[in-house]
Each structure stands twice: as structure tokens, then as C-alpha cells.
């Protein structure tokens, strides 16, 4: 069967209509085709919790022996490298800690106060939208943001989403620095290491939290500075303190919804 | 043809040859394993542990990370924590005289301990 020019540009032209309107706008639809879109996590189960922690800056606490209580706990290495180094929980300058809030005219005290961070265990993580992997995922029952290291493959996309710098990229074999640890520090042999080429952050000490336990920071403080509590519960001890302080979070605007609050 | 003693006889040496792990000689020995010396029993029958442990082992794995589940109960009833390090370990107490001897034999090289710490490596 002969076709003519006319007839063939009629057919072509209506099959790029169709396939731009139908099938077409279909694939550009976020769906399917995202690795991991907003709509694929799982919804937060019926009466979920969300954990959350109060830092009371005001508070007299051995911050460092917060950071060592995570850090021994959870062989994480000492690296002197800025570059290299690995933090789950670290202390930094307001000015670093909350970008924006800082004047010219600040006190005496705020300038030289160090802010205990870690990783905000947001309620919108950018973390967990970005990783193709869903190594980085929001636990359902308790918004714990968790780490699978069995399924990381190092892209560091976490990295650049995350608002906060939370998460530290393993450049070398972590396990040489964790078995020679430095000052004296021995390896916790009840806790994994992790391997070269993974990503790395706080979790909430997951592990400790499923046994019922406090988090090992909060644990470690003596005069009320770490409060770790259910955000979703109105009558848990950190609800009721966030009721009677003021609290603020960092970089509120990004939308991630930390769950972290500081009094500063 | 031409050869055609030549190329059989040489094709029944290949054939031999490439076979002879099949026929020739002896297995080599099914390794010793050190077993644990306060427990008489794993926490599964050893025939399930011996055919199984990787799978158990995946399944734990993803019930602890990932849906936060940490006891595991036994045929038996008995409840035991997930946990490589803190269960498996505790008994097999030497990664050399158990894992390997027997991951070497079958020529399988898991990657567990890359993070996983094995109890012996620090002393
Ligand atoms: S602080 Fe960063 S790493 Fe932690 S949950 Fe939020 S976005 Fe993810
Ligand atoms: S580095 Fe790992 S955790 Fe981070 S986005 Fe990539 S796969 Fe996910």
C-alpha cells in the first residue's frame, strides 16, 4: 500500500500528540520512575512515635563526654584529618549551628559557647528522599532515620542533601583507625565498624533505643542538658519541657523538620 | 580421515584430564570446626545451622536494621538476640577455628568482617 507525504505527516503528527499528552506526560510524572519519591515511603503507623531530644545549652555538662560515650560505643574513628574525619555528634559555633540567627552584637557567652550537634532525626529528611539505595530510611515506628550499611554504595547524594553536614563519608578504612584507637581507647566489640566507601551518622542509638534504653549521650549527661523523649506524645517529659522553654531548631526554613531542639 | 587414532586418543586424555577431580584421588577432608565449649546445642539443629546460616543470617540482618526487630525465637521457644557479634560469637568464640575453616573448604569468602568484628582480632 502506497502512502503519501500528506498522510504520513497526518499519522506521525497525531502519534507525538498522543505520545506527548498521554503516555508521554505520564513518564514525567514523579512515580514510578523516582527512586525513592516522598509517596513511596512508608506512612508513619497509627500512634508511631517520634523521637526526639531537647539540647539545653544553659545546662553545665560535660559535652565531651557526651561525644565519647557515642564515639567508644560506636567505634567511631578519631580522625585528626578535618577532611577525612568521622562525627556522630561533634560541637560547632553558633554561627555554624544556626546560620542566619547570628548579629554582629552577640554576647560574650554565645560567642564562645560550643552547640552540641548531631543528626536531627527530621520529620521530612532530605537525606532519606535523595539515597537511590534506601540504605538511608525513616523508621515508621518511631522516625528513627536509619542506616543500612548493607546497602550503601557511597554516591554521598545524603551528603549533599542533607541541610546540616550530619553525615560523614568514610575515605579510608575505618577499621584500621577504629582497632588503633587513639588515647588509650579500645574497640567496642559489641558493635560493628563500618568499611571504606560508606556513609556514616547518628542513630539515635537504635540499638539502644529498642532495648528500652536512653540514647548513649543522654545517658551520659549528669544535670538535664540531653532530654530524649517522644515528640508525639503530649505527656512525655520532653513535651512538657518543650511546653515551658524556648526552644529554637536549626535552619527551620529548609523544611526538613528537625527533631532537635536547642534552648541556646 | 585422516588422524583419527591421533585425535581420539587425544581427546580421551583431554576428557580424563579435565574430569579427574571427579574420579581421581581423595576428597579433600571435611574440616574440624572448634566447637563452643559451654553450649552443646546451637540455637537451631546443626543440619538447619549447616544448610541455612546464610539465610538466617540475611533475615536477621534485615529484621534488625530495618523493620527494628531484634529477638529471634527458636524451634525450641527460646528467644535470642539477632546479633552476629553479641550471639553467634559469644559461643563460636574463634572466627579462625569456625567461619573460616569452613567458608576456605567450600572456597566462599563472605564479607561480614569487613565490618562485622570477629572476638579474637583485637587481642
Ligand atoms: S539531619 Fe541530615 S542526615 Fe539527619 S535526618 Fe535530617 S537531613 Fe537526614
Ligand atoms: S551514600 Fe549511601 S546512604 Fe547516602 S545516598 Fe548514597 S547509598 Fe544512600
Known amino acids: 500500500m502506497a502512502i503519501d507525504r500528506r498522510d504520513f505527516l497526518k499519522v506521525a503528527g497525531l502519534t507525538t500528540v498522543i505520545g506527548l499528552t498521554g503516555g508521554g506526560l505520564e513518564l514525567l510524572r514523579p512515580g514510578d520512575l523516582d527512586a525513592s519519591a516522598p509517596g513511596h515511603e512508608p506512612a508513619a503507623a497509627p500512634g508511631a512515635k517520634q523521637w526526639g531530644m531537647l539540647v539545653d545549652m544553659s545546662r553545665k555538662e560535660n559535652w565531651q563526654a557526651c561525644i565519647e560515650a557515642c564515639h567508644n560505643l560506636h567505634n567511631v574513628p578519631s580522625i585528626d584529618d578535618k577532611k577525612e574525619e568521622i562525627k556522630w555528634i561533634w560541637q560547632a559555633p553558633f554561627q555554624e549551628v544556626f546560620p542566619g540567627s547570628e548579629s554582629a552584637y552577640m554576647s560574650d557567652v554565645m560567642k564562645a559557647r560550643q552547640f552540641m550537634v548531631l543528626c536531627n532525626h527530621c520529620a521530612e529528611p532530605a537525606c532519606v528522599r535523595v539515597c537511590p539505595t534506601k540504605a538511608t530510611f525513616k523508621r515508621p515506628e518511631d522516625g528513627i532515620v536509619m542506616m543500612d550499611m548493607h546497602r550503601c554504595i557511597g554516591c554521598r547524594f545524603c551528603m549533599a542533601g542533607c541541610p546540616y553536614g550530619a553525615r560523614s563519608f568514610n575515605w579510608r578504612e575505618p577499621r584500621l583507625d577504629a582497632l588503633t584507637l587513639k588515647g588509650g581507647r579500645k574497640i567496642n566489640l559489641e558493635y560493628p565498624t563500618r568499611e571504606r566507601g560508606v556513609v556514616e551518622k547518628c542513630t539515635f542509638c537504635a540499638e539502644r533505643v529498642d532495648e528500652g534504653k536512653q540514647p548513649a549521650c543522654v545517658e551520659a549527661t549528669r544535670n538535664g542538658g540531653l532530654v530524649f523523649g517522644d515528640l508525639n506524645d503530649p505527656h512525655s517529659e520532653i513535651r512538657q519541657l518543650l511546653r515551658v522553654k524556648s526552644t529554637i531548631r536549626r535552619k527551620p526554613e529548609v523544611g526538613t523538620n528537625p527533631s532537635i531542639f536547642y534552648v541556646v | ?123
Open chain 2, 1 to 123: 580421515m585422516y588422524n583419527t587414532g591421533k585425535v581420539l586418543t587425544g581427546l580421551v586424555l583431554f576428557v580424563g584430564f579435565i574430569t579427574y577431580p571427579f574420579w581421581g584421588g581423595e576428597a579433600s577432608p571435611v574440616p574440624k570446626l572448634q566447637k563452643p565449649e559451654k553450649e552443646k546445642q546451637c540455637i537451631e539443629p546443626v543440619a538447619f545451622m549447616r544448610a541455612q546460616h546464610m539465610q538466617m543470617l540475611d533475615d536477621w540482618r534485615n529484621d534488625v536494621v530495618r523493620q527494628a526487630t531484634r529477638k529471634y525465637t527458636a524451634v525450641d521457644g527460646k528467644q535470642h538476640n539477632m546479633s552476629l557479634q553479641n550471639t553467634c560469637m559469644k559461643c563460636h568464640t574463634s572466627k579462625k577455628e569456625f567461619c573460616d575453616k569452613c567458608h576456605t573448604y567450600a572456597g566462599v569468602s563472605p564479607f561480614c568482617w569487613t565490618c562485622h568484628v570477629p572476638p579474637k582480632e583485637t587481642t
